[in-house]
């Protein structure tokens, strides 16, 4: 399979080290830099703003992948776009008018995404898809880093990629269908055979361990195991 992302997430960073930790993951292959943002309403956890993503993107030319975890949401979406985010994705249970947040970010200049919560029904993708430039699937319930992956997100996953080739057959573009939650390289090639093409990971890729050639080691990893991963919709 071509085309893959690997977007290792700062949450699980060391923040004290941000900087130079952004350059080592890009350093070591990474992608996208995914950027996870929380406002302890819409999820119970606190974390990161735009300052900080102001702070590191002079660190690195790789691509901002901002996931917003907050309520309400448009407020920030131009503090984003200004700091230097070059995705803003959030979920359309924090926005009332989620056509109106997905225009507000392409009007800041951003790649506009939607996010998916385990139990958030894929009805909401139904009158926005060409609005769309990325659809984020949560296999964990948000608000915390480390968790396992939920396997019932490899379902979701694959009924998200059906719906992504039959709008993009019609209509053309692109849209990406991203996956946070547990990626670790033991599981990212189902998730990718599920029909996923940019895969985010944090303590997976922040917590390697040196002797198993750090961050560069656990990328090396999941690449090959992306290589082995099957076409989307070839059986096993």
Same mark, same amino acid.
């Given at each position: 399979m071509t085309g893959l992302r690997i977007a290792p997430?700062?949450?699980?960073?060391?923040?004290?080290?941000?900087?130079?930790? *952004?350059?080592?993951?890009?350093? %070591? &292959? $990474? #992608?996208? =830099?995914? /950027?996870?943002?929380?406002?302890?309403?819409?999820?119970?956890?606190?974390?990161?703003?735009?300052?900080?993503?102001?702070?590191?993107?002079?660190?690195?030319?790789?691509?901002?992948?901002?996931?917003?975890?907050?309520?309400?949401?448009?407020?920030? *979406?131009?503090?984003?776009?200004? %700091? &230097? $985010? #070059?995705? =803003?994705? /959030?979920?359309?249970?924090?926005?009332?008018?989620v056509d109106r947040t997905l225009t507000l970010i392409r009007e800041n200049g951003c790649r506009a995404g939607l996010v998916l919560n385990p139990a958030t029904p894929l009805h909401c993708l139904d009158h926005v898809m060409g609005r769309l430039d990325l659809i984020l699937v949560m296999s964990v319930n948000p608000g915390f880093g480390g968790q396992a992956f939920i396997p019932e997100a490899l379902d979701k996953i694959a009924a998200i990629r059906q719906r992504i080739d039959r709008h993009t057959a019609r209509h053309g573009g692109e849209i990406w269908l991203e996956v946070d939650g547990g990626i670790k390289t033991g599981n990212i090639r189902a998730v990718a055979e599920a029909g996923a093409d940019t895969f985010v990971a944090g303590s997976a890729i922040f917590g390697a361990p040196d002797r198993d050639g750090g961050y560069r080691g656990v990328i090396a990893d999941m690449r090959d195991q992306l290589q082995r991963a099957l076409p989307v919709g070839r059986p096993a």
């Open positions: 997430s700062i949450l699980s960073a060391d923040f004290a080290r941000l900087g130079e930790e *952004v350059e080592a993951v890009v350093a %070591a &292959g $990474a #992608d996208l =830099i995914h /950027f996870d943002v929380m406002d302890n309403h819409y999820v119970p956890n606190l974390t990161i703003g735009p300052a900080v993503c102001a702070a590191i993107r002079p660190r690195t030319r790789a691509r901002i992948d901002v996931h917003l975890m907050v309520k309400p949401v448009d407020a920030l *979406v131009p503090l984003f776009a200004k %700091a &230097g $985010a #070059d995705i =803003i994705s /959030f979920h359309p249970e924090a926005s009332e008018h």
